[in-house]
């Protein structure tokens, strides 16, 4: 952040540490210039990436729901196919039928 002092403009940067916010002096001139572009850079790439985040989060709520059918409907053709291939279900777990297991 860029202040001024009579005639001077200075560059200070605000980082937090431990929960309290700090001021830095960079310096004023060119090499203070090149901090303050530096940063604005960093600044817009940070907020690019929270951008294509919120982006992402949006698709993936936007398909959740169609996963979730996918789910149920591979769940309920499983439990078909296995009923259909003799077997059951006990505590949870699938077993095949007793009066069809090899002996």
Do not use: K
Request: net charge neutral.
């Amino acid at each position: 952040m860029w202040e001024t002092a009579g005639n001077r403009r200075y560059y200070y940067r605000y980082r937090t540490e431990r929960g309290r916010s700090r001021r830095i002096y960079v310096g004023c001139g060119p090499l203070a210039e090149l901090a303050a572009a530096l940063d604005e850079q960093e600044r817009a790439e940070r907020q690019d990436e929270r951008d294509a985040w919120a982006a992402a989060r949006v698709q993936c709520d936007r398909l959740l729901p169609s996963l979730l059918n996918l789910d149920d409907d591979t769940n309920i053709l499983t439990t078909a196919a296995l009923y259909a291939s003799g077997f059951h279900q006990f505590e949870r777990h699938w077993r095949l039928r007793h009066d069809l297991r090899p002996d």
